[in-house]
């Protein structure tokens, strides 16, 4: 059965350091890969996205993810992190099975300290 | 263009009772999927509607279940409440259509309907 796999609950890093979260997915076929975030109070929203290409995706506010076939892999990097980057961040493999369904990790939370 | 709408944003029922949610969509999206989030869970795929039709189904009991009107609007009920349900419900909706590479099942999201069972 396809899972995506967020091996980190949360993750604490300091303001001005650099990021990376990791994402493992299970999937037989070509994935589509996502990274969301929900930052507190707000609904979750698109950081970026992988279909075919380049496997190094660019996204919005300066994060950007490599895709990695032979290791399953979709970690989300940032070279310095700002405050406000704290917020939940969720991959996601979307699949098509009669429609386009996408599943999503059980999340990373991730704490800056200043 | 108006976002994904949820309601209601907030509600407590009781256990036994049953609970409706609404989730209007973009303008012109056709799909519209249903997720419910808890702490520790992630987001656990509901189910997914395409012009009125459901295509996709999780892992989830009856008591769930939704349907989509010709709008594209969506409702999903939850029967016979059990305190386990307490959870964000989020609806995302999208074009839905099969092509990929044009982002067309891109997911945008609505802010949830806090459910909580007592």
């Known amino acids: 059965a396809q899972s995506v796999t967020q091996p980190d609950i949360h993750i604490t890093v300091s303001e001005g350091a650099s990021l990376e979260l990791r994402c493992n997915y299970s999937?037989?076929?070509?994935?589509?890969l996502f990274w969301y975030v929900q930052s507190p109070g707000q609904g979750l929203q698109l950081l970026l996205k992988y279909f075919s290409g380049d496997t190094l995706v660019q996204g919005i506010k300066g994060f950007e993810a490599e895709f990695k076939r032979s290791q399953s892999s979709f970690n989300l990097r940032k070279p310095s992190v700002h405050w406000s980057d704290a917020a939940e961040y969720f991959c996601?493999?979307?699949?098509?099975?009669?429609?386009?369904?996408?599943?999503f990790g059980a999340g990373t939370r991730l704490f800056v300290k200043a | 263009k108006a976002g994904v709408t949820q309601t209601p944003r907030y509600l407590i029922k009781t256990r036994g009772q049953q609970v409706t949610l609404s989730c209007s969509p973009i303008?012109?999206?056709?799909?519209v999927s249903w997720y419910q989030q808890t702490p520790g869970q992630g987001l656990q795929f509901l189910f997914e509607y395409f012009s009125e039709t459901q295509r996709n189904k999780g892992n989830f009991p009856g008591r769930f279940s939704g349907r989509q009107f010709s709008n594209s609007r969506s409702e999903m009920n939850v029967s016979t409440l059990e305190l386990g349900d307490s959870a964000l419900y989020l609806c995302a909706s999208s074009l839905g259509l099969d092509r990929v590479a044009s982002g067309a099942n891109v997911l945008t999201f609505g802010a949830g309907s806090r459910l909580t069972v007592l």
């Open positions: 303008s012109g999206h056709r799909s």
């Open positions: 999937y037989g076929a070509t994935p589509y």
């Open positions: 996601a493999v979307g699949l098509y099975t009669g429609g386009f369904k996408t599943i």
